[in-house]
């Protein structure tokens, strides 16, 4: 029994496997688990390699302004002044919309105009650098740090919620200006604050740069603000209507359009500091305040005082705190970690941990395993296309480059950092199903499969290994009859043992 429930803390709570093997986790499964919440700054990602968010901002926008001033010159020497080519409009800065309902979250999807954020599209000068290059590298350097990270850790627990978290309040590098700093958004917003509050949490990743220019925030601009007044700019509602549909309350949680909109009245001003713009710091936050709505709007039945900054900080500290809040976050941690159709006592057991703690990650995290009812389903969740590499390295030793990992996780249809919406990845049990999804898998195997056949390894021996007395007679007979060694890893990486957690 105690193998078995070894098996739950490394597959269900970890990445699929773990440094100390089953027999160490089997002496206290629950144990280790709570052990890999000890020391937060595990979760951290410290690298001399990696170039912080705010800089890379810089770097881009220092490039594409460069680009421009050449291009203008280019444009003085010969080309007509009203000759624009592909490219020029991306050069202006977007008029910001009202935005509403499923319209606007579908606006948002793909690249998308960010305020004097965008690369041109023409190719750069001869021996000028491109923002897309500059990202490109950062991205790459991140991902790198993530994969490099996971490999390692002795708290898988802990890069699990990491992922949870991430995901949860998601940004999307599709988004051109957000590419370079996806990963230090993870890494600045996310994991500092994943074993502490809750209310924490949601305000750094309202003000992350990454978020503010994913949802577009930093072009809502109030209607009676100084700036709205003299250019006829509009409010954008993108982040106010993703905070509480999918960051708070839920989308059941009672709030009303209403409270939508007065939510971006009160986010108004939230922006981006930019080269070009003075009193700022480019690439961090910046409360622009002549974008700023002024007045006294109720959201949830309190008025806020819109004068600065502090009127949405005080109102995100409330959704932080409110009931609805606890219940979909409660419901929705049970979701990723345990079953699709989660037990009532223990959505409830970390809704009262949450509302208790005042929020409490840590104290939510702990509940989780501590709770009998966490630990008694079957495996029936598949693992995501992510999760499912970093378990193929991890499992059986092999050495995945971030490169690869990357062009797979794509082909598996998970590019890092690029959920298809704000809603995140999916977290349903068929999520990861469709035919070709299962193909692309099976390819993944068979190139897996060849890799580690060449360490010699058997993969009888790997089964029992991994998996004791929990590998089904099915599965055991399956490996068994493999013609080759090949074909034997192949059918173990497909098992439902493998696949399902």
């Not at 930093?218 to 007044?229: A, E, F």
């Not at 409830?348 to 389903?377: H, I, N, P, Q, S």
């Not at 991994?466 to 490996?479: D, K, V, Y």
Request: aromatic share 6%; charged share 25%.
């Amino acid at each position: 029994m105690s193998q078995s429930l070894a098996i739950v803390a490394a597959r269900r709570f970890g990445l699929g496997w773990s440094r100390e093997g089953l027999a160490q986790i089997a002496g206290d499964p629950r144990g280790w688990l709570l052990a890999g919440l000890a020391d937060p700054r595990a979760a951290l990602i410290e690298s001399s390699t990696l170039v912080p968010g705010h800089v890379v901002f810089h770097d881009a926008q220092l490039a594409f302004r460069e680009i421009k001033r050449m291009r203008a010159l280019t444009d003085a020497a010969g080309r007509p002044a009203n000759a624009m080519q592909d490219g020029d409009m991306m050069l202006a800065e977007p008029q910001a919309q009202a935005s509403g309902g499923d319209g606007a979250r579908g606006e948002i999807r793909g690249q998308g105009a960010s305020e004097g954020m965008d690369e041109p599209a023409e190719p750069a000068q001869a021996g000028l650098v491109k923002p897309a290059d500059i990202r490109k590298r950062a991205f790459r350097a991140e991902a790198a740090a993530r994969i490099a990270h996971a490999g390692p850790t002795r708290a898988p627990f802990l890069e699990r919620l990491v992922m949870f978290w991430s995901n949860h309040f998601c940004v999307s590098a599709a988004k051109g200006p957000v590419r370079g700093i996806a990963g230090a958004y993870e890494r600045e917003a996310i994991r500092p604050h994943v074993l502490g509050r809750f209310s924490d949490m949601l305000l750094a990743v309202a003000q992350h740069p990454a978020m503010l220019i994913y949802l577009d925030n930093q072009v809502s601009t109030g209607p009676n603000s100084p700036v709205g007044r003299r250019r006829e700019r509009g409010l954008n509602e993108n982040l106010a209507r993703e905070i509480l549909e999918l960051h708070t309350l839920g989308v059941d949680g009672g709030y009303s359009q209403g409270d939508v909109t007065n939510l971006a009245r009160l986010l108004t001003g939230w922006s981006v500091g930019r080269a070009d713009r003075p009193n700022t710091v480019p690439g961090r936050f910046h409360f622009a305040r002549a974008r700023h709505e002024p007045g006294r709007f109720p959201v949830l039945g309190k008025t806020y005082r819109n004068g600065d900054v502090g009127a949405g900080e005080a109102c995100l500290a409330d959704l932080a705190r409110h009931p609805a809040t606890a219940r979909h976050i409660a419901r929705k941690l049970a979701i990723h970690f345990v079953s699709d159709s989660p037990p009532p006592d223990l959505v409830a057991k970390l809704a009262w941990t949450f509302r208790e703690t005042d929020g409490d990650l840590a104290a939510m995290a702990r509940t989780l395993v501590e709770t009998d009812a966490a630990w008694e389903l079957p495996a029936r969740k598949i693992l995501p296309p992510y999760d499912f590499l970093i378990g193929l390295g991890g499992a059986f030793g092999i050495d995945l480059p971030v490169k690869r990992v990357l062009r797979l996780a794509q082909a598996l249809g998970q590019p890092l950092w690029q959920p298809p919406s704000p809603k995140g990845w999916p977290d349903g049990d068929d999520a990861w199903l469709a035919p070709s999804a299962i193909r692309e898998r099976l390819r993944v195997a068979e190139l897996a499969a060849d890799a580690i056949v060449k360490t010699g390894a058997d993969p009888r021996q790997s089964a029992q290994d991994l998996f004791g007395p929990s590998l089904s007679e099915a599965t055991r007979q399956a490996i068994d009859w493999a013609e080759t060694r090949d074909q034997g890893f192949e059918l173990l990486i497909m098992s439902p043992e493998f696949q399902r957690r």
